[in-house]
């Protein structure tokens, strides 16, 4: 016969009546010789749908073999696989079970396996199926132990469905079943106690001591090994029952339930819960009984910035200051001039650790002005607990920056965060040489060039000199330094750092404007002591044309 790409109207009507038969092999034989018994790309949709409709019929006659070959020439291979493993399987009651279940038709799946072999498996394929109306009913017929099992993972699918609600009356009946369980075994054991507290956490707490009892008395691991099966199942319904309750809404409840569990792993999920439906200060609360004070007190510098961000108009930048006198050398009343050490003043720590401060200072920086203002209370008791890190002591400067800028300051100090120390001295509070006189301390090459910005945009050439030489950019300073004409700023910013070109270019500078005792300097420092003495030479010559020499000739 040929192999046509679609089978035609009475190719159908033949295969048709075969199955109308019962004849699927001779069907599936009649596609094969039409088609070829080697699956291929060329098969047309029609084809491959007469191929499926004969493996369905052979999977209903249990005709496993035909059901295979028919379902991989439709290329169905899910089915092949899910076929191939009942390979070794005889009794055609399960087989037909597994069928119906393939179907969906649980409740028939269900009563075909009850007169199987092994009729506990439907109760398997009931809880695997999620159809616990009919499991929960195998599971009093079989055994009790099994229903708190199967209320929990149904409470379990509930609460990946987000049926929060529930879940919670799920782990709820799980966790008062196992109670049951638990008061059962204990009168089989004879070993019953008189409780005042009856709930399903003290019956936890209590039943170790029971099973061990048992266990010593009658010799045998079993009540052991039984007691930790329930302690582990009690633990995570009752972990549930915390998870499902929050997600619900139900928070007093929750972190009732919390606490009751005493668990740093519970709280620790019960806060980021907490945290994925805006409860931060309860998160915060959770963070810090498991232990993470540190995340604790980042989620009430989140909360309190909020407020302020609420309350507060937006804030547009810092305002720039003049170098004036007034602003220079302000009020000490208002302003106390503070010495760059008493804000980030160093314990006594090797050098590879100079930045590491005291933790009675950041407690200082931290509770200084919120115990007056009654902000950032909760922070106290926390930072007593832990010496804070570098990213929380940013993270509460940055969240008080707009409203305390002093408090801002000192911890941006602790945290060793020099660039936002120097714009808060400077742009923020118009204390210039203070801003200043720190980077000369630091060194700190990036506080250092914001620095020289400002100063340059505040038309104070000279300090930015100084800077652009502190922060290692001496193409720059040398180019602002010959267009505002502070070549000796820049002599004496540059020291003796920098290389031997450099030291040449600024002395060649200095030499053009009659500088000649800095020139010489500079010279001696390239590498170049004849012409440095030369240069030293012609400065004192140079003294006896002027009655009243300049000062910077002998410099």
């Known amino acids: 016969m040929n192999n046509p790409s679609e089978p035609n109207s009475f190719t159908i009507r033949c295969l048709m009546q075969l199955l109308a038969m019962g004849r699927e092999e001779d069907a599936l034989q009649l596609l094969e010789d039409l088609f070829g018994t080697v699956p291929s790309d060329s098969y047309s949709k029609s084809a491959r749908d007469c191929f499926e409709a004969v493996g369905w019929r052979a999977l209903d006659a249990m005709i496993m073999g035909v059901a295979l070959r028919a379902f991989a020439s439709a290329k169905r291979y899910d089915i092949v696989a899910w076929i191939s493993t009942f390979e070794g399987m005889d009794e055609v009651v399960t087989l037909r079970a597994h ?8 409740r028939e799946a269900v009563q075909l396996l009850l007169v199987s072999s092994d009729p506990k498996e439907a109760l398997d394929l009931a809880a695997h199926a999620g159809v616990w109306n009919i499991a929960a009913e195998l599971a009093k017929r079989f055994s009790t ?3 708190p099992q199967l209320l929990q993972r149904h409470a379990m699918k509930c609460e990946r469905d987000g049926q929060y609600t529930a879940a919670l009356a ?6 008062d079943g196992i109670a049951l369980q638990i008061k059962a075994e204990e009168s089989r054991c004879q070993c019953s106690m008189e409780r005042e507290d009856t709930s399903p956490r003290a019956v936890m707490q209590a039943d170790s001591s029971m099973f061990v009892k048992a266990s010593q008395q009658g010799g045998s691991s079993e009540p052991l090994k039984l007691a930790e099966q329930i302690h582990h199942q009690m633990f995570e319904c009752l972990y549930g029952k915390v998870r499902c309750a929050l997600k619900a809404g139900e928070l007093q409840k929750g972190l009732q ?3 009751d569990l005493n668990n740093p792993l519970v709280y620790r999920e019960c806060a980021e819960v907490l945290l994925s ?9 959770l963070f810090s009984r498991a232990g993470d004070f540190e995340r604790a007190a980042l989620i009430y510098i989140e909360v309190q910035t909020l407020a302020h961000t609420r309350e507060a108009p937006k804030f547009r930048g810092y305002p720039v200051h003049n170098t004036s006198a007034q602003s220079l050398n302000p009020d000490p009343v208002k302003h106390k001039m503070t010495d760059s050490k008493n804000f980030c003043r160093c314990s006594s720590r090797p050098d590879n650790e100079k930045h590491y401060f005291d933790l009675t200072l950041i407690l200082d920086a931290f509770v200084g002005v919120s115990l007056k203002l009654g902000e950032f209370g909760q922070l106290i008791p926390l930072l007593q607990t832990i010496a804070p890190s570098t990213y929380l002591l940013e993270s509460y400067a940055r969240a008080r920056e707009q409203r305390q800028p002093l408090e801002a300051l000192r911890a941006f100090g602790r945290a060793g965060n020099f660039p936002s120390v120097v714009r808060i001295l400077a742009l923020r509070l118009g204390r210039w040489e203070e801003a200043k006189a720190l980077v000369r301390q630091v060194r700190d090459a990036q506080a250092a060039e914001l620095l020289a910005d400002a100063c340059r945009a505040n038309s104070d050439f000279q300090g930015a000199v100084e800077m652009l030489c502190i922060g290692e950019k001496a193409e720059a300073a040398i180019t602002l330094a010959v267009e505002s004409q502070q070549l000796s700023v820049l002599a004496d910013a540059l020291q003796d750092t920098g290389s031997a070109e450099l030291h040449s270019r600024v002395s060649f500078l200095l030499e053009s404007q009659l500088m000649f005792g800095l020139a010489a300097r ?6 170049c002591p004849t012409e440095a003495l030369e240069l030293y030479i012609q ?6 044309v ?5 000062a910077y000739i002998f410099q």
């Not at 439906?277 to 609360?285: E, F, L, T, Y």
């Not at 500079?522 to 590498?527: S, Y």
């Not at 400065?539 to 006896?544: I, M, N, V």
């Open 539 to 544: 400065a004192r010559s140079l003294a006896h």
């Open 277 to 285: 439906i805006q409860q931060h200060r309860h998160a915060a609360v």
């Open 522 to 527: 500079h010279k001696a420092l390239a590498g």
């Open 546 to 550: 002027f009655s009243h020499p300049p």
């Open 257 to 259: 339930l919390a606490k």
């Open 170 to 175: 799920a782990f709820t009946a799980a966790v």
């Open 145 to 147: 132990m099994t229903v």
């Open 99 to 106: 069928v119906r279940a393939f179907h969906q038709n649980w």
